[in-house]
């Protein structure tokens, strides 16, 4: 192995910069040339790749977004993609590839494998939606965010008395909605893998009011519904006025937490030692705090599962 490409895949999340750094600055001690790869698999196709060296990845392990870029590539999902991209990593002697992202970008990956590339994904989607894996990079920094503005939407709740919903993204995932929610003391958290009862979220409004609080945060997945008509349900059981924040693409951005990025640093270093040890098809991961690896194929098979202990302790605390 002499020289790897990495690229980043799928929407991007905080972390991702420092991995890349993590791959490049590994590969080089380790004596091996690394050739990035801009826009993700559309830059492969397209033949969008140059060299890497250390301080190409300099000032970059505390900013958000990636700078490889990023895209979700139509044309990879095809046969005739693919094997375009194969061909542009024969004519740029990549013997092996790091795709950081989700899990489109590791379906991606499995395919290239399968043709012979040796490739290894690592984990990067703000969604934290890979159950293979305790974490996604992307995912601490995205929760923080989203606690940041449920402390700023709470002084404002609690001055107008009202109750606010606050919707987050993860797909089909709870995970942002949760772990947020508990973080920031969220009197309801909705999410996919549990359901929505409306009455249920209007009766702890009630029994909040009741006993003198003011303030209601209500956190909702996006995978579950839409927070305009939630308001209005809620509006019309409660008579309290319900407002609805939608925080969007804010909690893809920002500058990684401490977490994501040692998170990210040893991930993109395991990558780079799988790949020197002849490895291929292998996702990375963290479990139990380990940095572990898996068949990629396993990995995406491993069901992403709600922490129902938390669930229940956020419903616990918010009586
Ligand atoms: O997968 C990351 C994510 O931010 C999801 O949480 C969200 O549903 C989606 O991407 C948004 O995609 P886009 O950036 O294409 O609007």
């Not at 061909?87 to 290239?112: M, P, T, Y």
């Not at 409004?205 to 945060?217: A, Q, V």
């Not at 008579?239 to 909690?251: A, D, F, K």
């Amino acid at each position: 192995m002499k020289t790897i490409g990495v690229l980043t895949s799928g929407g991007d999340a905080p972390g991702m910069n420092a991995s890349i750094r993590s791959v490049v600055r590994t590969a080089i001690y380790n004596g091996i040339k690394v050739v990035g790869v801009k826009k993700g698999y559309d830059g492969l196709i397209n033949g969008n790749l140059e060299e890497m060296g250390l301080s190409s990845v300099a000032d970059i392990i505390h900013r958000g977004g990636t700078k490889l870029r990023t895209a979700r590539s139509e044309e990879f999902k095809t046969e005739k993609g693919r094997k375009k991209a194969l061909n542009i990593l024969k004519v740029f002697d990549v013997d092996g590839l790091i795709v950081i992202g989700g899990d489109g970008s590791f379906r991606g990956a499995k395919e290239l494998s399968k043709l012979g590339v040796p490739t290894i994904g690592i984990p990067g989607t703000i969604d934290n939606d890979l159950g293979y894996t305790d974490y996604t990079i992307g995912f601490d920094t995205a929760i923080n965010t989203v606690l940041d503005a449920i402390s700023k939407i709470r002084d404002t709740s609690t001055s107008h008395g009202r109750a606010n919903i606050v919707e987050v993204m993860g797909r089909s995932s709870g995970d942002i909605a949760l772990y947020s929610g508990l973080a920031g003391g969220a009197e309801s958290v909705i999410i996919p893998e549990v359901g929505n009862d409306v009455d249920e979220v209007c009766q702890k409004i009630i029994k909040g009011r009741n006993r003198g609080k003011l303030h209601s945060i209500i956190m909702l997945a996006e995978g579950i519904g839409k927070a305009d008509e939630l308001s209005k349900e809620i509006e019309s059981k409660t008579g309290i006025e319900t407002r609805v924040t939608i925080l969007g693409h804010i909690q893809r951005g920002g500058s990684p937490t401490a977490f994501d990025r040692i998170l990210a640093s040893k991930m993109g270093s395991e990558a780079v030692k799988l790949l020197l040890s002849g490895e291929s098809g292998k996702a990375v991961g963290i479990k139990d705090n380990r940095i572990i690896n898996m068949d990629i194929d396993e990995a995406l098979n491993v069901e992403s599962k709600l922490d129902k202990d938390m669930y229940e302790l956020t419903k616990i605390l918010s009586i």
